[in-house]
């Protein structure tokens, strides 16, 4: 492992962490916070297609479909599992500093991939949203 690999692993690592830390601190292992998302999942299992309820009519391609499918996928091999989901959800928000330190490299130098890439695993916001059910 080259010195750049090893830096951007070790960050990765720092985002992952501080995303536990604070799903644990907010208390989501056992009060999980759901958007409309996880009710077009729902829909979606039950044979209702991606459709989500609103005012009392269905709206459908209400969203990007990626994530319900992804939260009713992991749902139905999970069973329900929301701590196994929410790990998916900190997993997917962690790996954006990949991306983020290779656009910066790419487009400036490796220095600027990787602050970045740390302030993208410290930001608060992203931290925040990724122990909610939602696509942030």
Not at 19 to 25: F, V
Not at 68 to 76: C, G, H, K, M, R
Request: net charge neutral; hydrophobic share 50%; charged share 10%.
């Amino acid at each position: 492992m080259n010195r750049g690999t090893a830096r951007i692993f070790l960050i990765l690592v720092l985002a992952f962490l501080a995303r536990a830390a604070s799903y644990i601190i907010l208390g989501r292992l056992t009060h999980p916070v759901f958007w409309e998302y996880h009710d077009i999942a729902e829909n979606f299992l039950r044979g209702k297609g991606l459709v989500c309820p609103f005012l009392e009519m269905p709206n459908y391609a209400y969203a990007e479909p990626f994530y319900p499918i992804l939260s009713a996928v992991t749902y139905y091999i999970t069973n329900h599992n929301y701590l196994i989901f929410g790990i998916v959800n900190m997993l997917a928000s962690s790996a954006i500093v990949i991306a983020v330190y290779y656009l910066g490299k790419e487009l400036f130098d490796e220095r600027v991939g990787l602050i970045t890439a740390i302030l993208t695993a410290i930001h608060p916001s992203l931290i925040y949203f990724s122990t909610q059910f939602h696509p942030l």
